[in-house]
């Protein structure tokens, strides 16, 4: 059973940073992929970024530029860098991994962009 726990949410002004950390617990077998999704009020969950085993990385739109993802096999973790971050970026952020076949979540970080 894999475990995804994140941290580093919070309460920051608009054009400020955060760093969101994921870390994963359990056993993952085989290439996966690791990413952040995004949930605002009243709207669906959407993907911000993921990045594969190999470190090919895909990002939303909105956040190219701004964002980076990135990750440490070795400790089963993903971060997102979130610079220059602004009101619309408010929202409740989940960490994702994906191996084949399968789809665990973490319970979500709120990130709130206000000044």
């Known amino acids: 059973q894999v475990q995804l726990v994140e941290s580093g949410g919070g309460l920051v002004q608009p054009g400020g940073s955060l760093r969101l950390s994921c870390a994963a617990s359990?056993?993952?077998?085989?290439?996966?992929?690791m990413g952040w999704y995004r949930q605002a009020p009243g709207k669906e969950r959407r993907l911000v970024a993921f990045i594969t085993n190999v470190g090919t990385t895909i990002y939303a739109d909105s956040v190219k530029g701004r964002f980076t993802i990135s990750r440490d096999n070795g400790k089963l973790t993903v971060y997102l860098q979130m610079n220059s971050l602004k009101p619309e970026d408010t929202a409740v952020y989940h960490c994702?991994?994906?191996?084949?076949?399968?789809?665990?979540w973490g319970q979500g970080t709120q990130v709130t962009v206000s000044s």
């Open positions: 994702n991994l994906h191996p084949s076949g399968s789809d665990y």
């Open positions: 359990g056993s993952v077998f085989g290439p996966y992929r």
